[in-house]
């Protein structure tokens, strides 16, 4: 092996050696590390409309905004049904079929020109007895009569979701029944620290 080639050779290994560092400085916040609720979403396919990874965003128990997407069934050419068809279509209501939210009705919200639905723009406050974990049954309720139930999960107000509640989102306005207790403080969204080894 000659002697230039054995630089070559040496200074390519101090280069790596050089790089490693920062191209595996990633921060203490991995992407791996974040929840990704749209992936771990329920999904609900109906005759008329499908509703794509809804989750209520709770800012402490009892108090969150219900977000996700709705859209028009693929078979329903969403350009040429016009706004009296479109308003079939409409999101009316949600139930927790287990209780664990007061009943929202009269919600009028109806899908866009190309057929969709986005529960994000604006949400749906709710309140209740639930907390962040927490897997609740909700049935949305369409002008045309069409219920769809899906499994919905409750997250906190952080990473991803952080910011619904707050500006360009509602807030809920009506406080839950006395018979239903309330933790007043808020989530914390500071990542958890382990305790020492050993």
Do not use: W
Not at 19 to 26: D, H, R, V
Not at 44 to 56: D, H, K, S, T
Not at 164 to 175: E, H, I, K, N, V
């Amino acid at each position: 092996m000659t002697t230039h080639l054995r630089r070559k050779l040496a200074l390519a290994g101090i280069l790596a050696a050089l790089a490693a560092p920062a191209l595996s400085a990633c921060g203490d916040h991995y992407a791996t590390d974040r929840q990704n609720d749209l992936a771990n979403g329920a999904f609900v396919m109906g005759n008329g409309m499908r509703i794509l990874a809804p989750r209520i965003v709770a800012s402490q128990d009892g108090k969150g905004i219900l977000i996700g997407s709705i859209a028009l069934n693929p078979s329903i050419d969403a350009e040429t049904i016009g706004s009296q068809t479109a308003a079939k279509y409409a999101l009316t209501g949600v139930t927790a079929t287990n209780g664990a939210f007061n009943a929202v009705t009269g919600i009028n919200r109806k899908v866009n020109n190309h057929g969709i639905l986005l529960l994000a723009h604006g949400g749906i406050p709710v309140t209740g007895t639930f907390q962040a974990g927490d897997i609740i049954p909700i049935t949305f309720q369409f002008a045309d009569g069409e219920q769809a139930t899906v499994q919905t999960i409750v997250v906190t107000d952080c990473d991803y979701n952080q910011g619904a509640g707050q500006s360009g989102f509602l807030t809920p306005t009506s406080d839950p029944s006395p018979s239903q207790e309330v933790n007043p403080g808020p989530y914390s969204c500071a990542f958890p620290k382990l305790p020492p080894i050993g």
